[in-house]
DNA sequence: CTTGTTATTTGCACATGGTGCAATATTTGC
DNA sequence: GCAAATATTGCACCATGTGCAAATAACAAG
């Protein structure tokens, strides 16, 4: 399984995945071709690198916390990132292959999709300025910060993702406390 | 052209796109199947709606513009907004169409993406507070925004979209002026 | 070791997506 | 009406992916 990403891995870096085979992936595997999709539903899921998970008590210390919501989403962004790959190469070298592969890029446009599913269910469950009708949008915004953040880490290179992604969300502080609804009844 | 893509989506409307075949799209549109091929470089592609351009008199406005970024950003996105197709039974059709189709969805994002690029270019050229490199953040911010009232818009209809944008765009005014700098420079 | 059970791997046939190339039909300009 | 450009098509071909049944490996109990 894990043998199997790996050969496809080191095949696909220098050619591109476009190509590389199934075939050619299952003979350097020692496997069959046939059972080559016994374990990946299509080609593109061998080069996935396997994906973290919100834990669980991290998700829930959110949902109750009462503090602000930005200091307690990025302790809970900083349960996830640490759990990541830090390898900065093979993330950069992913997104690469990805770039001209639909296929591929739609497994993580799904996978951010999942994450800002989980963060609007999240949110609900949290309630007050970031609940409700109010949630879908929260999550949206912090998973595009999330996102410009381990972009440009990936981008960049040098410093370690958690500032930036410190940052971005700190930039949201004032949209989770609700500074515009504030200010909009302030103005009136 | 046109007239395949309405085979192709009226094929589509009851089974599904997997369960349409380009053979039958072509037959359908009294094509040779090898000529669907010249037309569009996958199946999925004929059933893309026409997607839009930002008018270049308005990215022009928006790059000299010298007031409130939301407010000149309203406007730009307003004059997109009025030139997409409002038909909310076929464009929330055709999310379900892509719900479970990977290279549906990844056109679907490749869209968004090429939004973002667009915007981060914008708001590098007005510089300022949405400069350099906050672009790449305020882009992602706006462009999930936009995101967040489209779908909201389509999941729960009635009213029309411009309003539900326009709260979201200014629920970010703060962040345009670069609210959270202040702040935290004030807290220094 | 042998036998029976179960899960895994494999081969094979087949449908579909997609491309290159050369032949044919169609349009366009004169 | 004719020639050049353009669009359409047929054909051969490779790759992805699936269903099914046979073969093989793994394993437990006797």
Tied chains: 1, 2.
Excluded at 104 to 120: G, I, N
Excluded at 164 to 170: K, R, T
């Amino acid at each position: 399984m894990e043998a199997i990403q790996r050969c496809a891995l080191s095949l696909a870096r220098d050619r591109g995945i476009a190509q590389v085979t199934t075939e050619e992936v299952a003979t350097a595997a020692g496997i069959s071709p046939r059972t080559f999709f016994n374990y990946f539903p299509f080609k593109e899921a061998a080069f996935v690198p396997p994906q973290v998970e919100l834990p669980e008590e991290a998700r829930i210390r959110f949902c109750k916390g009462k503090g602000r919501v930005a200091e307690d989403l990025l302790t809970l962004l900083y349960s996830v990132a640490s759990a990541m790959p830090q390898d900065r190469d093979m993330l950069s070298g992913l997104r690469d292959l990805a770039e001209g592969n639909p296929r591929l890029m739609a497994l993580h446009f799904d996978f951010l999709r999942s994450v800002e599913a989980q963060l609007t269910e999240l949110f609900r469950q949290r309630g007050g300025n970031v609940g409700g009708e109010r949630a879908p949008l929260m999550a949206a915004l912090t998973t595009a910060a999330v996102r410009s953040a381990y972009e440009s880490w990936m981008d960049v290179g040098g410093t370690s993702p958690f500032t930036l992604i410190g940052a971005n969300i700190v930039e949201l502080a004032p949209i989770y406390d609700g500074a515009a609804q504030d200010v909009r009844a302030a103005a009136e």
